[in-house]
């Protein structure tokens, strides 16, 4: 018991930074339908702007935030402007290749520019383990959950509560109706991929010190965060955040319960099992425009 | 077709027979890899270029052939019956994956293919005692046909050349029978075509089982040639690589896959010079291509030579979705 209680908080934990992942993943595709291939090399970036920072002689906090900067501008900003602006008006489908040689092209950087060996990259809290109800976790995951916690908290009330959110929802729902009321569409559409930037980079401050700083990094958490959206819904926040939960807990207990060797089988059992039973992910809805 | 493409198609089969000729042992093994991987992507284009839809299994459906095919011949059957079961494995495969992501929705077939390779790798890497794990199988013998034995490099390479001018002329008949019109009308108007009476649903689902079909026996070429397969081949890199073979050569044109091994085979080797930049100028190049070009070379030919005729756009087999006028 102890031991389950011990996988469960360090699954939820790896579990928060994927729905992190997943939430942006799912907002770019809301509002501007782009299917980010390249996701998971998003969230593999950042680690190396903030070694790269430090190498420079800055403290840790400050070469997160100049890092957080830094990939807005990036993967943000210049990722909207130079890779999605040109190809949306061809569709879906170059856009996905652009982005799937995206991903390659960051892989290959991240290689090249800095080190193809895995960098050691700074916790957020010492690591030491504390006892609770006679289970042993480690304070690296409780912090790890805190963030992501108030991070998650900070959309809700970023897209709930403000004005601003409730636009950028009206224009993930409906853009010509969002642009009749008067909402600036194109505006709105920028600051989720801003959004999603700042998203990844907390994300790659969190997963970093867990998996090191390594170019290859982006294959497993893309994979995830494609995962935890569709298991949770394609075109849902929440969903999103489900799914990357359930997927982090599953495969902590699933390692350890049924067959480490086939660890990274169980997710996409399960992928294959909500497209049958649940196409539209456990909280999506349909979709209304299918074509 | 026109004059100017028969003139091409003729001058690019005379290199493709001449060529070894005049090429080292290592020129032949990569010429015959463009004739293997050729084959593969001819079986992806059916699937992105027809059905537009996005496959990552490619490689995962090579690799299948290809084990397949190491283990039986290992076991003492024939080669050719082999081969035969690696196409049909793949077939069905192919078949109960795109089941149920075809069922669903566009775009779910790009990320269960892409869990089903990582599924396929996983059960290479780990079931030791059929595919004998990370160590690969070594020693893949090539077969001797009608007496004729494939043995040497020269020898194998007409071999896959043969295999490959069959397997498209197989595949250029089926796309010109009214039963492979269907799947042309699919890639040019799919609303269209489902109001006109076609199950786009079952043709798009056959699309792809073809296709991972041709993937498999590109598989069962692919394990003689190399005469060693391991895991890591056949992962997730090989799925992209085939995919940006087909966008590269131009998805949806027939010739498209040619064009895009051949980059895919010979630009690695023509940018040796920039040593480790290879993949990051690869990638930089698809990027740009994909914004001011997503019909990919063939496309960027054809609009070239219509800009200098400035006559009727070229004959409607051959069009891509996107640019028409």
Known sequence: MESFIQLLVSGLATGAIY?????????????????????????????????????????????????????????????????????LKYGVLPLVISTIALSLFLKEAAKDFYSSQAQPFPTLVPATDLAVFGAVVSTQSLAVLAVAITTVVALHLLLHK????????????????AKILGIQVERMVLYTFLLNAVLVAIASILITPIYLAKFTNGEVLGMAAFLAAIIGGFNQVRGAILGGLILGVLDNLSAVYLSSQYRGAFPLLILIAVILLRPHGLLGRAEERTV | MNRFGAIALGAAAIVAIVAPFFLRRYGIYLISMWAVLTIAAIGLNLTLGYAGQVSLAQGAFVGIGAYTVALLTQAGWPYPVAFVCAGALCFAIGWLLGYPALRVQHHYLAFVTLAFTTLVFLVLRNEEWLTNGIYGINGIDRPVLFGWS??????????CLGM??????????????????????????????????????????????IGSSLGGM???LYAPLVQFIEPNSFA???SFNLLLMVIVGGSGFFFGPFVGALVAVLLPEWTRFTE???????????????????????GLVGRVSKAMTRRAPSPPLLRVEGTDP
């Open chain 2, 218 to 220: 590109a598989g069962a």
């Open chain 2, 276 to 298: 480790g930049y290879y993949l990051l100028i690869y990638a930089a190049l698809v990027m740009v291509m994909m914004a001011f070009c997503p019909s990919g070379l063939l």
């Open chain 2, 164 to 209: 490959l001018a069959f397997l498209s002329a197989t595949t250029w008949w089926m796309l010109r029978s009214p039963w492979g019109r269907a799947f042309l009308a699919l890639r040019e108007n799919p609303i269209r075509a489902l109001s006109l009476g076609l199950d786009t649903r079952r043709y798009t689902l056959m699309a792809f089982a």
């Open chain 1, 162 to 177: 403000t004005r601003l959110g409730r636009s950028m929802q009206a224009t993930a729902q409906n853009p010509t109706l």
């Open chain 2, 150 to 159: 494939t043995g040497s490099a020269l020898d194998f390479y007409f071999f």
């Open chain 2, 236 to 238: 997730l890199g090989l």
């Open chain 1, 19 to 87: 729905a992190l992942i997943a939430v942006g993943f799912s907002l770019l595709w809301q509002t501007s339908h782009t299917i980010n291939f390249a996701q998971g090399e998003f969230v593999m970036l950042p680690a190396f702007f903030i070694l790269a920072v430090m190498n420079a002689g800055a403290p840790f906090w400050l070469a997160a935030l100049i890092g957080i900067v830094l990939s807005v501008i990036v993967l943000g900003l210049l990722f909207k402007v130079v890779i999605v602006d040109p190809m």
